[in-house]
């Protein structure tokens, strides 16, 4: 088949200024992507791979990526869920970790959805807003608004508000109190489902592997320990490892140094077993990508 796109490079949407834009920033680097100078351009080419990456408002992203003036995006599974974009979601990146929800003003007479009936409720969300309150059939008046949701309680143009919260200090500080999620939201790597070339889709395929291998060098931690040989066959059982540990033996007769890397959701666990097996000395290490 003969594909449409005549570039080669591989172009990627990404937040210009937010809160997402230093930390994809920091994923894209983390798997050897080397940038100059994203802060002042818009288009900014790699060095030393062949993609391109197109730093614009994280609401136009979906939208580019489902035309596909770019064939990936980095972007808030809330913005491309609001925005019904017709693209494939490649993968959950966990950060940028938010939701989306209702929330009324602390003093107020609002504690539960059914409560909302009838009043308006401001929110840039107005898709996932109107959705969440249709599917419980209550009726709402929807006020959208671009920006500084949380202050319309205030200012009397609605009587509660429907935004993302991460740390919930922005609800604190204007007084509003959370009553319901309506959407969990993570960053999420978006697809266009324009055709790709050959050579784009493999770059993608190497991309993905290459944030694959840094999630779970994240998740994992090297750890080295001393222990006496005979206590090896035990420390074997605990560690839950991928592959077999790497057994060392010391100068000092009868002692082994195991190395080995274990995922981090076990490690204190582990740890207090191995003590327990006689291992000593034990040092974590972080680990930068693991490839299998
Ligand atoms: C969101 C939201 C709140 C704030 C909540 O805006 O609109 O203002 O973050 O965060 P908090 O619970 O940690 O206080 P954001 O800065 O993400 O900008 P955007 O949604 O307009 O892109
Ligand atoms: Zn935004």
Not at 18 to 23: A, C, F, H, Q
Not at 243 to 250: D, N
């Amino acid at each position: 088949m003969r594909t449409l796109d005549s570039s080669t490079s591989l172009r990627i949407a990404i937040q210009k200024s937010g809160r997402l834009t230093d930390k994809t920033m920091n994923l894209l680097e983390s798997i050897g992507l080397r940038f100059d100078d994203y802060k002042r351009n818009l288009l900014v080419r790699c060095r030393n791979f062949d993609v391109e990456l197109l730093l614009i408002r994280d609401d136009d992203i979906p939208e580019y990526v489902q035309d596909g003036v770019c064939d990936l995006g980095f972007v808030g599974g809330n913005v491309t869920a609001e925005d019904q974009a017709d693209v494939t979601i490649l993968k959950g990146l966990d950060y940028g970790v938010c939701r989306l929800s209702i929330a009324a003003p602390k003093n107020g007479s609002l504690r539960k959805a059914d409560d909302f009936s009838g009043k308006k409720v401001a929110t840039s969300y107005p898709v996932l807003t109107k959705k969440y309150f249709d599917e419980r059939g209550i009726d709402v008046e929807l006020i959208t608004l671009s920006g500084a949701v949380e202050i319309a309680p205030r200012l009397e143009v609605a009587d509660a508000i429907s935004d993302l919260v991460s740390s919930g200090n922005t609800l604190k500080a204007n007084g509003l109190m959370e009553i319901d999620t309506i959407y969990e939201s993570e960053t999420e790597l978006i697809r266009t489902n324009k055709p790709l070339s050959q050579g784009k889709q493999s770059l993608i395929e190497k991309l993905i592997q290459r944030i694959e291998g840094q999630q779970k060098a994240e998740r994992s931690r090297y750890i080295m320990m001393n222990a006496p040989e005979e206590a090896v066959e035990e420390i074997r059982n605990i560690i839950p490892s991928l592959k077999s540990p790497t057994i060392v033996p010391l100068a000092e007769e009868g002692m082994v140094a195991v190395h080995t890397v274990v995922p981090i959701s076990t490690f204190w666990q582990v740890m207090e077993k191995l003590k327990q097996a006689g291992a000593s000395g034990i040092v974590m290490l972080p680990v930068e990508s693991m490839i299998e």
